[in-house]
C-alpha cells in the first residue's frame, strides 16, 4: 500500500507576470476530483488527519509554505515533505495520513477523488490495523 503513495510534480508555467500550475483530474492526477478544501492556520505542533478512508483517494498540495505528511500503511511508513507548491503527494484509499509540522505561513490544499462521506472514515488506529489486516489478506 504504501508504495502506491508517490510524489507527483506540476507543470509550472510562467513569465515575468508570475507562475501558473495547472492540474487536471485523470490527467494530472490518477482520479476525477469531487471535493477540493484547504487547511491553513494550523500551529507548529498541530497534527491532522490521523485517519483513513475506506474509498477516497487524495492529492496533497502545499500551496503556500511547508508540512510534512506521514503515511502508514499498518506495517510501513513514510514521511513526504510538501514544499514546492508544483509538487503533491498521492494518497491511495487505506492509507492512513498525519499532516503536521505546518509552517506558519501554510496552506494545505487537498484534492479528493469522492464527496464527502463521515462513514467511510476510520479515526481510530486500532480498527485501522484490523481493517488493513483484512484487507491484505483479499
Same mark, same amino acid.
Given at each position: 500500500?504504501?508504495?502506491?503513495?508517490?510524489?507527483?510534480?506540476?507543470?509550472?508555467?510562467?513569465?515575468? +507576470?508570475?507562475?501558473?500550475?495547472?492540474?487536471?483530474?485523470?490527467?494530472?492526477?490518477?482520479?476525477?476530483?469531487?471535493?477540493?478544501?484547504?487547511?491553513?492556520?494550523?500551529?507548529?505542533?498541530?497534527?491532522?488527519?490521523?485517519? $483513513?478512508?475506506?474509498?477516497?483517494?487524495?492529492?496533497?498540495?502545499?500551496?503556500?509554505?511547508?508540512?510534512?505528511?506521514?503515511?502508514?500503511?499498518?506495517?510501513?511508513?513514510?514521511?513526504?515533505?510538501?514544499?514546492?507548491?508544483?509538487?503533491?503527494?498521492?494518497?491511495?484509499?487505506?492509507?492512513?495520513?498525519?499532516?503536521?509540522?505546518?509552517?506558519?505561513?501554510?496552506?494545505?490544499?487537498?484534492?479528493?477523488?469522492?464527496?464527502?462521506? $463521515?462513514?467511510?472514515?476510520? +479515526?481510530?488506529?486500532?480498527?485501522?490495523?484490523?481493517?488493513?489486516?483484512?484487507?491484505?489478506?483479499?
Amino acid at each position: 500500500m504504501i508504495n502506491k503513495c508517490k510524489l507527483l510534480s506540476f507543470d509550472e508555467k510562467g513569465d515575468v +507576470r508570475g507562475h501558473l500550475v495547472i492540474i487536471e483530474g485523470k490527467k494530472d492526477i490518477p482520479f476525477d476530483i469531487k471535493r477540493v478544501f484547504y487547511i491553513y492556520g494550523s500551529d507548529k505542533d498541530v497534527i491532522r488527519g490521523r485517519h $483513513a478512508n475506506f474509498n477516497s483517494e487524495f492529492v496533497l498540495i502545499n500551496v503556500a509554505g511547508t508540512s510534512k505528511v506521514k503515511v502508514d500503511d499498518g506495517t510501513n511508513q513514510k514521511v513526504f515533505n510538501l514544499d514546492r507548491p508544483h509538487i503533491g503527494i498521492y494518497l491511495p484509499k487505506l492509507v492512513w495520513k498525519d499532516m503536521y509540522d505546518f509552517s506558519e505561513d501554510s496552506v494545505l490544499l487537498v484534492l479528493a477523488s469522492e464527496h464527502y462521506d $463521515a462513514n467511510e472514515y476510520i +479515526r481510530d488506529y486500532d480498527e485501522y490495523l484490523e481493517v488493513i489486516k483484512e484487507y491484505k489478506k483479499n
